[in-house]
């Protein structure tokens, strides 16, 4: 049965991320008047197919590990476009608008991120109070005196030789919005402030200037080393974030730009070594996180979908060849130079693309191997 919901919830996953991704991409396509030929979830052999009267062939196919949607483009040279199509064709609109419709798929998972969080932020979900543990001996937090049980309650960014202001604290409603407030700090080297409150009802501060703050480094845990851990407390102890519909659209957008920042700068880290490769996630890791999220509940679950949509929307806006990320590129190259790159160099990058999603992905699936079949 476990496996079962598993093998559900990873469905679920790539099929609802996926289908908003290329949605995307097909929304702004047909509001550019470009003809699109397919829209297909998942690769290999189709399940099922239908043709729409407007040309459009819908594709359901066997391997779920993504989709495409495939546009009438006269660069592609296995088409053959006839005169009455010409003006429908992707490669004859002006480059604003072939820019657009290669980011909608990117933008369209960030949107998606806004809509999950913010449904759970309207229902009322139960979060752990940012009430911290003793900080661990020789941890930043512990030299400045922070004690068990204290509760942080407020949050300040600071700029360089700035002392906090009194008036200027943002309220901190739980421990999982004071984490990412402190990956950003820390991941960004920026100082801040902590307004908190002992266990006796007393309120002081606590400044981490931007030298002091931990770097990131593969082996290391940087909030452990920051000192700043939560404490746990039984489930009746939670509290719970209940917003209304305007505000939990203002916040979901807040954490949905927090979250990216975060986790663009440690995918980054990837590239310059201050991430460990061995947190790249694959297939199998996905599919054991959203059955164990959806074993939890349906609010786990789909915070856990709108996690998922940040890093896919993230990841094809690298400036890799088969990436939208790569044709951004391609088109950034326009602007400047003021001609197109030609086809045969675009399938050249193409291939070497190809090359590194396969390595990348590979990676990706040894990790998994790893973590689940090591003894």
């Known amino acids: 049965m476990q496996a079962l919901m598993t093998l559900a919830a990873f469905l679920v996953t790539i099929g609802v991320l996926v289908s908003f991704h290329e949605y995307g991409h097909f929304l702004v396509a047909r509001l550019c008047r470009v003809k699109v030929l397919r829209f297909a979830l998942g690769f290999g052999k189709p399940i099922f197919t239908y043709h ?23 660069r592609d040279s296995q088409q053959s476009i006839n005169a009455e199509d010409r003006l429908a064709s992707f490669d004859v609109k002006p480059l604003w608008q072939r820019s657009a419709i290669v980011a909608a798929g990117p933008f369209a998972n960030f949107l998606l991120a806004i809509v999950l969080f ?10 752990l109070p940012a009430r911290l543990q003793a900080p661990p001996e020789q941890s930043i937090a512990a030299k400045m005196g922070v004690l068990e049980g204290d509760r942080v309650i407020g949050w300040q960014s600071l700029s360089e030789n700035r002392p906090p202001s009194l008036n200027e604290f943002d309220a901190v409603p739980s421990w999982n919005a ?20 002992s266990p006796q009802g007393n309120r002081f501060t606590k400044v981490f200037n931007s030298e002091d703050l931990p770097r990131i480094h593969p082996e290391a845990d940087p909030l452990k080393a920051l000192g700043v851990m939560p404490q746990i407390v039984p489930s009746s102890g939670w509290i719970e974030l209940k917003l209304g519909p305007i505000d939990a659209i203002a916040f979901a957008g807040e954490r949905v730009y927090l979250i990216t920042k975060v986790s663009l700068r440690l995918m980054i880290g990837l ?22 999220s959806a074993q939890v509940g349906w609010q786990p679950f789909v915070g856990f979908l709108a996690l998922m949509s940040i890093s896919i ?14 044709q951004l590129l391609y088109d950034a190259w326009e602007l400047v130079a003021g001609k197109r790159i030609s086809v045969s160099m675009q399938e050249k990058l193409q291939k070497l693309g190809f090359f590194l999603l396969i390595f990348i992905s590979l990676l990706a699936l040894f990790n998994d191997l790893q973590r689940y079949l090591s003894p």
């Not at 913010?118 to 979060?127: A, C, E, K, L, R």
């Not at 929307?313 to 790569?326: E, I, Q, V």
């Open 52 to 74: 729409a009267k407007n040309g459009t062939e819908w594709v359901l196919a066997a391997i779920p590990l993504g989709g495409y949607v495939k546009l009438l483009d006269g």
């Open 118 to 127: 913010t449904v759970i932020y309207v229902s009322g979900v139960p979060q």
């Open 178 to 197: 004071l984490r990412w407030l402190l990956l950003d700090a820390i991941t960004g080297e920026r100082g801040f402030a902590l307004e908190m409150e």
């Open 271 to 292: 590239f310059t070594g201050d991430t460990a490769l061995k947190q790249l996630s694959g297939p199998l890791s996905i599919a054991d996180m959203a059955g164990k």
């Open 313 to 326: 929307g993230l990841l094809n806006l690298l400036p890799f060849p088969m990436l939208d990320g790569g």
